[in-house]
């Protein structure tokens, strides 16, 4: 059983930076494949970034140039570094952990329980 607690969401101005932090609580972290997820209110769940075991990444287009993925094995740790953050950005912000690397939320077997970001204009 994997625990994923996240932690940093907020609010902030258009153009403002936060750092999404995920702890995991299983020995094993470095062999799953982490992601991070959003839903906005009345929209599904979409894919937001993805870290592989080997630390190769995977963005959605929404992001990529300004949100970065990474990893850290020995603090059990995934983090979500987003910048020129964009009012179309706010949503709850979920992490999960998957046996194989890909954006796919139905693949990935266990979700934290999710931290707000709201991004004023």
């Known amino acids: 059983q994997v625990q994923l607690v996240e932690s940093g969401g907020g609010l902030v101005q258009a153009g403002a930076s936060l750092r999404l932090s995920c702890a995991a609580s299983?020995?094993?972290?470095?062999?799953?494949?982490m992601g991070w997820f959003r839903q906005a209110p009345g929209k599904e769940r979409e894919f937001v970034a993805a870290?592989?075991?080997?630390?190769?990444?995977n963005y959605a287009d929404s992001v990529k140039g300004r949100f970065t993925i990474s990893r850290d094995n020995d603090k059990n740790t995934v983090y979500l570094q987003m910048s020129s953050l964009k009012p179309e950005d706010t949503a709850v912000y979920y992490c999960?952990?998957?046996?194989?690397?890909?954006?796919?939320?139905?693949?990935?077997?266990?979700w934290g329980q999710g931290t707000q970001v709201t991004v004023s204009s």
């Open positions: 870290v592989s075991w080997s630390r190769t990444t």
């Open positions: 299983v020995s094993t972290f470095s062999s799953y494949a």
């Open positions: 999960a952990a998957a046996g194989l690397f890909t954006t796919r939320v139905a693949m990935y077997d266990y």
